[in-house]
Each structure stands twice: as C-alpha cells, then as structure tokens.
C-alpha cells in the first residue's frame, strides 16, 4: 500500500491545494499507471480533529487521514496518530516547541512523532546534532525521501540515516495539486485508519519510494 505521509492543502498557510484538487490529483496518477492509495494531510502547526475526509474517499477512491507537521527546537517535526488528549498536552501552535517532550509525549499516548525533511538547511534535524545529542538516541523513523529536498539535503538526509540507522518514510510535501504522491511510503500491509498506521509505522515494515517506483508494482 502506497501512503503519501507528508501533504498540506489550503489550510495550511503556505498551499494552494484544497483536500479534494489533492484526491482528484491521484485519479490522474493512476490513469498514468502510478500506484498511491492514499495520502496523509499534515498541516502546519494544527489538527481538527472534528473534520471528516470519508465522502471525498469514497468518491475518489482513495484513504485520506489527518496528521500534523509541528515546530519544535529540533526541526519540524511529523506527528500521526493525534488524539484529543494529545492536543491537551502539546500546544500545536507553539513555534518552539521541546522535540524530546513531544516524541516522548507521542510514545507514551499511542501517536507517532518523526522529524520532517531532517537533512534541510535552518529547520532539518541535522542542525541539532550537538545541541541535543540524547534527541538521536530517541528516534528510529525519520522522513528520508522528501520532494521538495535539494540534492545536498537529500545527502544529509542519506548520511544521518545511515549513522544512526533510522528507518525511512516518504512524502511529497506537496503545497500544489501536482505535487502530491511524488514520494511515498510503501507498507506491505493495508492500513485503513491513523491507528493503523501508526501501529504499521512502529513495526517498522515500510520503506520510502518514489512514485516513479511504484509504476512496476
């Protein structure tokens, strides 16, 4: 199953793509032949945990779940997996939130927290190697592939994962309609809900693919 774990629509302050531009974007890819059976909506700073996607799945035939992209002092940072009680011990809007407090945050409330684009200048989590070195030790996923990384952050990336042998996830990032499923997460087995895919993210049996990748399977 091909998940696109990192997209923002309009809600988000920096998009230009609404929820369903996004959904009818990937009925286009899969005339093409490319494979993406869904993607994850991961605003910036914000979850409405109250919004729900399932008309615009069923009439696109593709799964839509919600997460987060957050601020911390580590890097932005993906969150899956949110629930009510989460959003009452994190404040999404903060801009500086502490990375350690929210992956542990995370870990102990049945969500997920993975850093975003880590190898990328100013906000990747490369930058961070010295001021928190325990941070590393606490993390196994982050996003390897990432479409909107330059080619000297796709090597950090590359590097960072490899010293510290992170798992890798993929997502577009995508901020226009075209964007979206340029990269993905492949996962061997079906996932139909954010608790699914949280507990497929924590076995660790996924891999970060390009959707050029996925026209062969």
């Known amino acids: 199953m091909y998940i696109d774990l990192h997209t923002h629509s309009i809600a988000s302050d920096d998009s230009k793509a609404s929820v369903e531009q996004f959904a009818q974007w990937t009925t286009v890819l899969k005339k093409k ?22 008309e615009l799945s069923n009439k696109y035939n593709i799964l839509i779940l919600k997460g987060a992209e957050l601020d911390t002092d580590c890097g932005h940072v993906l969150i899956y997996g949110v629930t009510e009680k989460l959003m009452d011990l994190v404040d999404f809007t903060d801009l500086n939130l502490n990375a350690e407090y929210l992956i542990e945050t995370c870990k102990n409330n049945a969500a997920i927290a993975i850093p975003a684009h880590p190898g990328r200048e100013g906000i990747g989590l490369i930058e961070y190697t010295n001021q928190h070195p325990r941070l590393f030790e606490n993390i196994s996923i982050v996003e390897g592939l990432n479409a909107s990384n330059r080619p000297n952050e796709k090597i950090r990336t ?14 577009s990032d995508a901020h ?19 608790l699914e895919l949280v507990q497929a993210l924590k076995k660790g ?12 399977s």
């Open 176 to 194: 226009i309609v075209s964007a979206i499923g340029s990269c993905l997460t492949y996962f061997k087995e079906s996932i139909t809900s954010e």
């Open 158 to 171: 590359t590097n960072i994962s490899d010293k510290y042998g992170y798992l890798n996830t993929g997502g």
């Open 33 to 54: 032949g490319f494979n993406i059976d869904g993607f994850v909506l991961t605003e910036h700073r914000q979850f409405n945990i109250d919004i729900d996607y399932s």
């Open 205 to 216: 049996n996924f891999k970060a693919v390009t959707i050029e990748e996925t026209i062969f």
